[in-house]
């Protein structure tokens, strides 16, 4: 542990998969940053302390699956656009002399915001969001933060969201951008995709998937066989890091 003068880490259960830890830890050695990166698997929020004292140079985590909004009660500061998704996924360590702050981030709107934005044109005022989970939220917020109009998509009806069902013709023309935020035709189950109205896709749509594992999904592949521009979420997902270590360094 004294080999670094910092360590950041990320906190969730299970950790199976950390695309961060391999990120930061490959950066550190290529930029001789003395820090490392470790995955931290707490099978309770209430675990967060411990980490904490363990780790007196801890200078920022990442959090993800399931404590990105159990972590909120722990925080002493949140990020406005943060306080609007009810999500939190980059805590930075604020130290003065004897104090400890946390302040918490979310950097999956900006991810997004910053991959999507260069691709809306003047037609694509309106979006689909395909999924209600976390990320969904991030995405609505992002997208209202940059004028386009959101409609939830989901299997059960509800206020503020339509199904899959009643998806017309004229709504797939009226919403130029559909954004899956769902885990349907992730790795490895790549033959299954959102149940939309693909034929009724034309070259002015856009549609922009969060997963990046395949990288073609079969939303897109699909979408593209009809002229639509797509999209992964790699990009946001690099964007995300880049965001992270900005807040922690700033």
């Not at 904490?52 to 990442?62: F, H, I, R």
């Not at 918490?104 to 915001?113: A, E, K, L, T």
């Not at 989901?154 to 013709?169: A, C, H, K, N, Q």
Request: charged share 25%; aromatic share 10%.
């Amino acid at each position: 542990m004294g080999r670094y003068e910092r360590t950041f880490g990320l906190i969730g259960y299970p950790l199976t998969h950390s695309f961060s830890q391999n990120f930061f830890n490959q950066k550190f050695e290529a930029e001789n940053i003395s820090a490392q990166y470790l995955n931290f698997e707490i099978p309770d929020i209430g675990d967060l302390m411990e980490v904490v004292a363990e780790y007196p140079n801890l200078s920022g985590l990442n959090v993800t699956i399931p404590y990105k909004e159990q972590v909120l009660p722990y925080l002493d500061e949140i990020d406005e656009d943060a306080k609007k998704i009810g999500a939190v996924n980059v805590i930075k360590f604020i130290r003065k002399k004897d104090s400890l702050k946390f302040k918490g981030y979310n950097s999956d709107i900006i991810g997004f915001c910053d991959s999507i934005k260069p691709l809306l044109t003047p037609q694509r005022k309106k979006a689909l969001i395909l999924g209600t989970g976390g990320a969904a939220k991030a995405v609505r917020q992002g997208l209202l933060n940059l004028g386009v109009e959101p409609t939830y998509v989901s299997r059960t009806r509800r206020e503020g969201v339509i199904t899959y069902e009643d998806l017309t013709p004229e709504i797939m023309a009226e919403h130029k951008v559909i954004v899956n935020t769902t885990p349907l035709g992730m790795y490895p189950h790549i033959d299954e995709c959102p149940d939309i109205l693909y034929s009724e896709l034309t070259p002015q749509h856009l549609c922009y998937d969060l997963l990046y594992n395949p990288d073609v999904t079969l939303f897109m592949k699909r979408a593209r066989e009809h002229g639509a521009q797509v999209k992964n979420g790699l990009e946001m997902l690099l964007l995300q890091a880049f965001v992270s270590w900005n807040i922690w360094n700033e």
